[in-house]
């Protein structure tokens, strides 16, 4: 069994650039990829970021921007000796790993809010190619 999120709709701005990031409702996360799911926002844009790779004005996202996108949101939260330590795990895992990997992950606005423990079958069908 795995742990699968759906998230609710909400936009990031990035505090250096100004361009915005949009999550849709209903976005299918698996949380903090191989790591500890904690009350955050980082995991929730840096999967979008890391999925879609481009700026809602269209612009292409680098593996750099999705970890900024991670270490920006822990800032915020004021986790700022996680916030340097999530942006080199992330930025090393996002260049392993490349970025723009699922732009087209289907949503489900219905279960946004909502977290389920489903099969791993279920999690493949839900999160695409992504696992």
């Known amino acids: 069994m795995k742990r ?24 299918p996360s698996d949380g903090a990829t191989r ?7 980082y995991w929730k844009f840096h999967d979008v970021a890391c999925d879609k790779a481009v700026w ?4 292409p996202m680098t593996a750099k921007d999705c970890s900024n996108i991670a270490r920006n949101c822990l800032l915020h939260e ?33 279960l946004a809010g909502e977290t389920r423990m489903v099969s791993d079958k279920a999690f493949k069908d839900f999160m695409g190619e992504h696992q």
């Open 56 to 59: 809602d004005d269209g612009t």
């Open 78 to 110: 004021g986790r700022p000796i996680r916030a340097w330590y999530i942006y080199w795990a992330t930025y090393l895992w996002t260049k392993k790993r490349g970025v723009g990997c699922y732009p087209n992950r289907p949503t489900y606005p219905a």
């Open 35 to 41: 790591a500890l799911d904690i009350n955050s926002g």
């Open 4 to 27: 699968i999120y759906f998230l609710t709709g909400k936009t990031y701005t990035c505090p250096q650039t100004g361009k915005t990031l949009t999550r849709p409702s209903g976005y």
